[in-house]
């Protein structure tokens, strides 16, 4: 009876946290499967794991965990019929710790075959051909923990040079996602030295990012809670706070972590970030769901566009291009480029096009609002609609997490 169709969704990685840090070792059997788990190996969402691939099969992978132990999560490819690889499972379940986790890839399409794995302890199994898309599926609903809550998507925001209205951007986005959704998205500023969110919303900033930082890995979501200032009920806010806290730049690990407990509640995250130059910015980038680029329609603005593309595309390999929003059309009509001539130049479809607006920025900044929250915002907000709905699509809960492969041994006892 066949039990499985090749004809896969393409897989959103935006509908996926990141895997957790974890020992991951796949042994393969044909070139194709190889290639697919090398292409799962270079995925953003891969960044934490620490993956082998490695041919030989069940054999390889007997020996393997044999001589050196087992890794947390193991894929397998088998030629293997049904008898001789419950037999061989069994075997290498005594060479497992009872957490190791177990991905079969095999030949069959066969739901008894299916159905027998999982009695024997096998968290998955996918017939080839295997495509990368499917094996990331795989492993995201196998590492989730039980009962767990959908992701919330985490954006990042940049400008391609100062005075872009990045900030401005960052902000409207994560108001309109948090309103679109009926709650609340958060923004955290990491422009450390010069952030502006608290000050624009006039909010208290007594505490923020800096301590969130300065607690590490160590931070909890009840201490995280306590730093976020409150705009409204659509937007809470990470303030850039005093940074002279940190002794050094926050290491990747404690930006993942911050991150982590922020998108846990399922709500979007936009990320606020200094200049691409900045470490913090390059891994914000690599490790967000979604990449927001604000320019200016002039040429310095299309240059710096189109660098900024090619590089976030080589930090991004395979990951949808950013979306890129032209902003405060009409500000020097004379000198400017027109958004039809912009998006044709870098042969791009624009996300947004907003005009320049200085007195309602102004009368929104004098009385700590959000420019879209306000009447005079009304244009702006239409500008970003398009955007928003592209970026608060319907986020995927995530899986009871699969059985480890000694799970049927203690049921035993």
């Keep these: 009876m066949t039990l499985f169709s090749n004809d896969f969704i393409k897989?959103?990685?935006?509908?996926?946290?990141?895997?957790?840090?974890?020992?991951?070792?796949?042994?393969?059997?044909?070139?194709?499967?190889?290639s697919a788990l090398r292409q799962v190996q270079a995925s953003r969402l891969m960044a934490r794991v620490a993956m082998t691939v490695q041919n030989g099969g069940m054999?390889?992978?007997?020996?393997?965990?044999?001589?050196?132990?087992?890794?947390?999560?193991?894929?397998?490819?088998?030629?293997?019929?049904?008898?001789?690889?419950?037999?061989?499972?069994?075997?290498?379940?005594?060479?497992?710790?009872?957490?190791?986790?177990?991905?079969?890839?095999?030949?069959?399409?066969?739901?008894?075959?299916?159905?027998?794995?999982?009695?024997?302890?096998?968290?998955?199994?996918?017939?080839r051909p295997v495509r990368a898309d499917q094996v990331l599926r795989c492993l995201s609903d196998i590492t989730a923990a039980p009962g767990a809550v959908a992701k919330g998507a985490v954006t990042a925001c940049l400008g391609t040079s100062g005075g872009t209205g990045s900030s401005s951007v960052a902000l409207g986005l994560g108001w309109m996602m948090g309103q679109s959704r009926q709650g609340v998205a958060s923004l955290l500023d990491l422009d450390l030295d010069f952030g502006t969110a608290g000050l624009s919303l006039a909010l208290d900033g007594t505490h923020g990012i800096a301590e969130a930082l300065a607690a590490g890995t160590g931070l909890d979501a009840q201490l995280l809670d306590g730093l976020f200032d409150g705009?409204?009920?659509?937007?809470?806010?990470?303030?850039?706070?005093?940074?002279?806290?940190?002794?050094?730049?926050?290491?990747?690990?404690?930006?993942?972590?911050?991150?982590?407990?922020?998108?846990?509640?399922?709500?979007?995250?936009?990320?606020?970030?200094?200049?691409?130059?900045?470490?913090?910015?390059?891994?914000?980038?690599?490790?967000?769901?979604?990449?927001v680029l604000t320019t200016m329609p002039d040429l310095a603005g299309l240059r710096n566009t189109r660098k900024l593309l090619d590089l976030i595309a080589a930090?991004?390999?395979?990951?949808?291009?950013?979306?890129?929003?032209?902003?405060?059309?009409?500000?020097?009509?004379?000198?400017?480029?027109?958004?039809?001539?912009f998006a044709r130049t870098l042969g791009i479809t624009l996300a947004a096009t907003l005009p320049f607006d200085p007195k309602a920025f102004a009368?929104?900044?004098?009385?700590?609002?959000?420019?879209?929250?306000?009447?005079?915002?009304?244009?702006?907000?239409?500008?970003l609609r398009p955007l928003v709905r592209a970026l608060s699509g319907p986020l995927a809960a995530a899986k009871p997490a699969g059985k480890p492969l000694l799970a049927r041994l203690f049921r035993r006892g």
Excluded: W
């Design 11 to 34: 897989f959103d990685t935006a509908l996926f946290a990141p895997l957790p840090a974890l020992t991951l070792a796949a042994f393969t059997l044909t070139p194709e499967s190889a």
């Design 315 to 341: 930090l991004r390999p395979d990951e949808p291009a950013p979306m890129v929003v032209l902003n405060r059309l009409g500000m020097a009509r004379r000198q400017e480029i027109t958004a039809k001539d």
């Design 59 to 127: 054999a390889a992978a007997m020996s393997a965990c044999g001589a050196g132990g087992a890794p947390q999560l193991l894929v397998i490819e088998t030629d293997a019929a049904m008898e001789p690889l419950l037999a061989q499972i069994d075997a290498l379940a005594e060479l497992c710790e009872p957490e190791t986790r177990l991905l079969v890839i095999g030949g069959s399409n066969d739901i008894a075959l299916y159905r027998a794995l999982l009695r024997q302890g096998v968290s998955d199994y996918l017939p």
């Design 231 to 291: 705009y409204d009920a659509h937007l809470r806010v990470l303030t850039a706070s005093d940074a002279a806290a940190l002794a050094a730049d926050p290491a990747p690990a404690v930006l993942d972590h911050l991150t982590d407990l922020v998108r846990t509640g399922g709500q979007p995250v936009v990320l606020d970030l200094p200049p691409f130059g900045c470490n913090v910015t390059r891994h914000a980038v690599i490790s967000a769901d979604n990449v």
């Design 363 to 383: 009368q929104a900044t004098n009385r700590g609002k959000v420019l879209v929250s306000t009447p005079a915002g009304k244009a702006v907000s239409r500008g």
